[in-house]
Nanobody, 121 residues
Framework: QVQLVESGGGLVQPGGSLRLSCAAS????????MGWYRQAPGKQRELVAL???????NYADYVKGRFTISRDTAKRTVYLQMNSLKPEDTAVYYC???????????????WGQGTQVTVSS
């Protein structure tokens, strides 16, 4: 069974930093990309950042210069370093990954359970 397990969320003051981690486990034979998405109350889930197997990186405009995505291939883990956090960054952050798993012919998108990030004084 494939799992994406996130950690690192919490409460932080405006201007502070947090680092999120997401580890993929299970019968995984390929990773096309891993990324972070977020969903604020009453809003749709949106892409924050993703990194592909070829190290192509894409950021949402509203996090450029503040957030940094990185990965550890050996650990099948993706990180999101979030600096200069703002109250509007408050949301549930989800890890998403496009994975090739045992027994399948193509790639399938998987989601983690989400981790709450609250930016408030």
């Amino acid at each position: 069974q494939v799992q994406l397990v996130e950690s690192g969320g919490g409460l932080v003051q405006p201007g502070g930093s947090l680092r999120l981690s997401c580890a993929a486990s299970g019968s995984i034979f390929g990773i096309n990309y891993m990324g972070w998405y977020r969903q604020a109350p009453g809003k749709q889930r949106e892409l924050v950042a993703l990194i592909t197997s070829g190290d192509f990186i894409n950021y949402a405009d509203y996090v450029k210069g503040r957030f940094t995505i990185s990965r550890d291939t050996a650990k099948r883990t993706v990180y999101l370093q979030m600096n200069s956090l703002k109250p509007e960054d408050t949301a549930v952050y989800y890890c998403g990954a496009d994975l090739k798993v045992g027994g399948s012919y193509g790639y399938t998108h998987y989601w983690g359970q989400g981790t709450q990030v609250t930016v408030s004084s």
